[in-house]
């Protein structure tokens, strides 16, 4: 095996092995050549097909617009690499640079990039999560079947959780003149990534366009016919929904089980790692051979008080898996920390909704153009004195802007001079944002707010 030492000699016999044929780990594949390597590059996933695009799967796909085979990612170069698909990564020896596969054999390594991702979680109750009718939305195989179960016009379909893949389901199932009832357990749709105060307009955008929106509560039951087929909803409130169809949004769980016992910081929240991509080992201590990215990484990010963020992010996969590509193959100060800020866009009832920075640590919010009658608006949130995210509906040529406010750390509430002056008698008000101890579905960045190195450190898993 090729140890740390000349970056020429690792680039020409080195072996670098990427598990997880996903955005994060193409990109960094792509990444890895243009930054001059020439070894030997393995790329393993679970699935049997070359990575795609999962956005779309929520929006064109689920509206008829665009198949779920056509979703592909393209190309942006050549890899030159030796595919392993349909066999997911099943154990590593850190000691021994090995990964083993779950048909028991096993693949050697210099550098490992781990790009494994999230999946949707499942109903809690397995003979449930199988009736006919019952599904989740993550994979290909996933969009390709609810869209099918859509084009044939149900009665009914039931939305469980309104976190932003719920919502954006939702808004498919209207879009398509099909009745959507959405139970979610929170306040208001989005609670958890936007707060209560943007959450009601969302509530209100999902009323407006005939949704079925039903907040504080709970699904309790998905009854069955005896065919097995989906037939009832049994709501925490008594009611009793007759539906063809529901979809159980209640977030993802990261995928980091094949790491029991490996020796890495690894648990139900992601793989914590450095600045650089770095993967902690379970004491704390960086290793300099694995690295993380996309959606399963937890790093610490200097902008947001160096607490580790998980972001399921499209943007954030793409620059962390392009640093950890450029650290693979670099040593001491040729390397470089992952600063890219946090950005994520939805699309709902016509609304392009858009948010910068990270807005679940807001203290506090201020709309700073429009109005949130209206549903279009630009809104800032604070932080100890600071702009620490913003939140766009329609209004996204601010969020550039916004973003910029954020890296130089201006202060909150912010004074703008040239921008749209902002709607008469709006002051900051509180963000509204649930008890994190308590369970929401579908935030777009997990603030785990410790350091793998922690004595106090503990993973519980994460509650449905």
Same mark, same amino acid.
């Given at each position: 095996m090729v140890t740390e030492g000349s970056v020429a000699e690792f680039n020409r016999n080195g072996r670098v092995v990427v598990v997880g044929a996903s955005l994060a780990g193409l990109r960094a594949a792509e990444a890895l050549r243009d930054e001059g390597f020439a070894?030997? &590059?393995?790329?393993?996933?679970?699935?049997? &097909?070359?990575?795609?695009?999962?956005?779309?799967?929520?929006?064109?796909?689920?509206?008829?617009?665009?198949?779920?085979?056509?979703?592909? &990612?393209?190309?942006?170069?050549?890899?030159?690499?030796?595919?392993?698909l349909g066999v997911p990564a099943a154990g590593l020896d850190l000691s021994r640079h090995r990964v083993r596969l779950a048909d028991g054999r096993e693949v050697g390594f210099d550098r490992l990039l781990i790009a494994t991702g999230a999946r949707a979680r499942p109903w809690p109750r397995e003979a449930e999560a199988e009736l006919d009718g019952v599904f989740v939305l993550r994979s290909v195989g996933d969009a390709a079947k609810l869209e099918r179960r859509l084009a044939a016009k149900p009665h009914r379909v039931l939305v469980v959780g309104a976190g932003f893949t719920g919502c954006e389901v939702a808004s498919a199932c209207r879009a398509r003149g099909i009745e959507v009832t959405v139970a979610e357990r929170g306040p208001a749709p989005l609670v958890g990534a936007l707060g209560g105060v943007v959450g009601a307009v969302a509530a209100e955008l999902q009323r407006k366009n005939g949704v079925d929106l039903r907040c504080n509560i709970t699904v309790t039951e998905l009854e069955g016919d005896l065919g097995g087929r989906l037939k009832r909803a049994h709501l925490s409130d008594g009611t009793v929904l007759d539906v063809d169809v529901a979809v159980i949004a209640l977030g993802a769980l990261r995928n980091t089980e094949w790491l029991t016992g490996s020796g890495l910081a690894a648990g139900p929240r992601g793989i914590a790692c450095d600045a650089g991509c770095r993967a902690f080992d379970v004491h704390g201590i960086v290793t300099d051979d694995v690295f993380v990215a996309g959606d399963v990484a937890r790093a610490p990010h200097p902008l947001f008080g160096y607490q580790f963020l998980s972001l399921e992010h499209w943007g954030n996969a793409v620059s962390q898996?392009?640093?950890?590509?450029?650290?693979?193959? %670099?040593?001491?100060?040729? %390397?470089?920390?992952?600063?890219?800020?946090p950005a994520f866009w939805s699309a709902q009832f016509?609304?392009?909704?858009?948010?910068?920075?990270?807005?679940?640590?807001?203290?506090?919010?201020?709309?700073?153009?429009?109005?949130?009658?209206?549903?279009?608006?630009a809104a800032v949130y604070g932080y100890q004195g600071r702009v620490i995210a913003a939140v766009t509906f329609d209004h996204g040529r601010w969020i550039d802007f916004y973003s910029r406010q954020i890296e130089s750390a201006a202060p909150f509430p912010p004074e703008f001079v040239g921008v749209d002056r902002r709607?008469?008698?709006? %002051?900051?008000v509180p963000a509204d944002f649930p008890d994190p101890a308590l369970p929401t579905h579908g935030p777009t960045v997990t603030v785990s707010g410790y350091a793998p190195n922690e004595r106090r450190l503990t993973f519980t898993p994460a509650r449905t």
């Open positions: 070894g030997t &590059l393995i790329m393993i996933g679970d699935e049997r &097909l070359q990575p795609y695009d999962r956005p779309p799967l929520s929006k064109q796909v689920l509206l008829g617009r665009t198949s779920a085979d056509r979703t592909l &990612l393209p190309r942006r170069r050549a890899i030159n690499a030796e595919w392993r898996a392009e640093t950890a590509a450029h650290n693979m193959v %670099r040593s001491g100060l040729d %390397r470089r920390p992952h600063l890219w800020v016509g609304v392009n909704i858009k948010s910068v920075g990270v807005p679940p640590m807001g203290e506090e919010l201020l709309v700073t153009q429009g109005a949130l009658a209206e549903h279009r608006f709607a008469d008698g709006m %002051r900051p």
